[in-house]
């Protein structure tokens, strides 16, 4: 079996993007000229990207736009496939790169604490984290997402859309109150607001799992999870060698 030749990589960074919309027409330049295939949305608060193509031109992508101070320290999850999962590229300038409808929650200005893929594989392991607290994960995703695959046991709310995470995080609250809560996402954008929203309602014990399940599935065996990653691209679900899921 040949190796797949594409790369693909999934990233954001909550940082002031005052300038958004003359970056929107930068990196859509960049973008068309190495000939990537996917989504940039930009945002005052921050960009979320998604591209596909040679790992040249991906990579060559991403040191560019390291070269903006801002976006320095940007950390692609990377994973392959054999063929380009985007049909075309959109570079798009939103209000929130991640919908949440609350203002207050600012990223850029404070994150809550995270945890890495190997602690919390540790964690779920061991049943409690290093304090002896009861660990609950809790799947800050939609429900169409969370049935192709999350962690054991994982907190589901059954939400639709992000916008509802608030007000179901408020009719749960009192279940959380003692507990270590770790909040995950696929590649991290969702489970960070999410958690700084839970300290900001007044849970103390609240984590953000560092990279979401990709990184989680790029760093460790997968173990405490089960069946796949559900992406919003042509692969639709990632297994957790971060390969397309094999279908039905």
């Not at 002031?16 to 973008?31: E, G, M, T």
């Not at 930009?42 to 040249?56: P, T």
């Not at 991640?98 to 929650?105: E, K, S, V």
């Amino acid at each position: 079996m040949t190796h797949p030749t594409v790369l693909n990589i999934s990233c954001y960074k909550f940082v002031p993007l005052p300038d958004a919309a003359a970056l929107r027409d930068l990196l859509s330049a960049r973008a068309v000229a190495a000939d990537l295939k996917g989504t940039i949305l930009l945002a005052e608060e921050g960009i979320n990207f998604f591209l596909a193509g040679s790992a040249d031109a991906v990579r060559g992508f991403v040191d560019a736009l390291r070269t903006d101070a801002r976006f320095a320290d940007v950390a692609p999850k990377e994973s392959w496939s054999a063929t380009v999962p985007f049909r075309k590229m959109l570079v798009k300038v939103k209000r929130e790169i991640i919908r949440m409808d609350h203002p207050t929650i600012a990223p850029a200005h404070g994150r809550a604490p995270s945890v890495d893929p190997a602690t919390l594989q540790r964690w779920l392991a061991q049943g409690h984290d290093d304090d002896g607290r009861e660990v609950v994960t809790l799947d800050t995703r939609n429900a169409f997402e969370v049935d192709h695959g999350t962690f054991d046991n994982a907190i589901d709310w059954r939400i639709d859309k992000f916008t509802e995470f608030p007000p179901a995080l408020r009719a749960n609250k009192a279940s959380l109150q003692d507990k270590t809560v770790v909040s995950f996402c696929t590649g991290g954008i969702r489970c960070e607001k999410a958690a700084i929203l839970m300290r900001e309602e007044g849970l103390s014990h609240v984590y953000q799992l560092e990279g979401g399940i990709l990184k989680y599935f790029e760093l460790t065996d997968g173990s405490h999870y089960h069946g796949g990653c559900f992406v919003f691209d042509e692969r639709r679900v990632l297994a957790t060698d971060l390969l397309a899921a094999k279908s039905d």
